[in-house]
């Protein structure tokens, strides 16, 4: 059966996506229309990148995923996640990259988005965590909204009906009301569930978290994940620490991976980032758990996966 040359073109950037590769764009207008199409579509369910600096390597990824309008739309709230938990500069790794998180808020302000709030629930103290991991001023400098999360008047109550051993939690307000919730972790070693990656970021948008270690961390970790999946997932692998997590010690405790995922499966994005570590994600037990409670997929052949490689 004869083709014409559209139908060929489809086919060969379907193939392409369905196999998990890179899609080679040619010149011609008729082409790049074609790929943009797919994308819009939502095809791919991981972008992984490499190579360049943090803001960079998210302009070219989200670009990817079909762009920050598929996700923010024009007069919404957005409430983003970084990991700011600890009192270090950002070669420490103990923290998201402030560059990925002035990306991010301009991205979001660009598609529209009437405010955007930045916050996290840290272990040190607060103001010092959120002035010295340099995301304080580059929020604001981006035109985003710094909110504490200090205070229990900050979080309200929530059920979890699908959780086994965590029922109920109390929830900061930015994620209640926002229109829009992304997740921005930093990957990195961690001493109680061997690694910290976006789903166990979200214990920063908790109150009462201290009691996770004590019944059952990996199954909290997953039961909270049942209750509001981010709309998108950005995992920061620039900075990686590869030991003395999650606070680390000094600079010698990281490797510069130039790296990063994108996805809006939380659970694909855990497992991509468990294998770029060095570690199988069936052997991160809250992983696991979430893909058995139906959370997302750990399983890496099932996502479309656009891979890209940048220099600079």
Not at 45 to 58: E, H, I, N
Not at 182 to 210: E, Q
């Amino acid at each position: 059966m004869k083709i014409n040359r559209k139908e060929f073109i489809e086919k060969t950037i379907r193939t392409g996506l369905a196999a998990g590769t890179a899609i080679v764009i040619g010149d011609t207008e008729e082409l790049l229309a074609l790929e943009k199409t797919f994308r819009q579509k939502g095809r791919y369910g991981l972008v992984a990148l490499k190579g360049s600096l943090p803001d960079k390597m998210f302009a070219r990824g989200i670009a990817a995923m079909g762009g920050m309008g598929r996700y923010v739309k024009p007069g919404q709230t957005v409430a983003v996640k970084p990991n700011i938990g600890w009192n270090a500069p950002p070669e420490r790794g103990a923290n998201t990259n402030p560059l990925l998180i002035r990306a991010i808020v301009q991205e979001c302000l660009r598609a529209g988005a009437k405010k955007v709030y930045v916050f996290d629930h840290t272990c040190d103290v607060w103001k010092s965590c959120y002035r010295n991991s340099g995301i304080e001023s580059i929020v604001k400098s981006s035109g985003g909204i710094m909110v504490p999360a200090n205070s229990k008047g900050y979080y309200h109550e929530i059920k979890l009906p699908k959780g086994r051993s965590l029922t109920d939690a109390m929830v900061h307000e930015q994620v209640l009301e926002s229109d829009v919730f992304i997740n921005v972790p930093v990957l990195k070693h961690h001493s109680s569930t061997g690694l910290t990656i976006a789903m166990k970021n979200l214990m920063g948008v908790v109150w009462s978290r201290r009691w996770w270690h004590v019944k059952d961390l990996h199954q909290c970790i997953a039961d909270f994940s049942t209750y509001r999946k981010p709309d998108l997932t950005v995992v920061d692998a620039y900075h990686v620490m590869k030991v003395n997590g999650p606070r680390g010690v000094s600079v010698s405790d990281v490797v510069t991976m130039k790296a990063q995922l994108i996805s809006e499966d939380p659970v694909t994005a855990d497992a991509a980032a468990a294998k770029l570590f060095g570690r199988e994600p069936s052997g991160v037990r809250y992983i696991k758990l979430a893909h058995q409670m139906g959370v997302g997929t750990m399983n890496l052949s099932r996502p479309t996966i656009k891979r890209i490689k940048m220099r600079g």
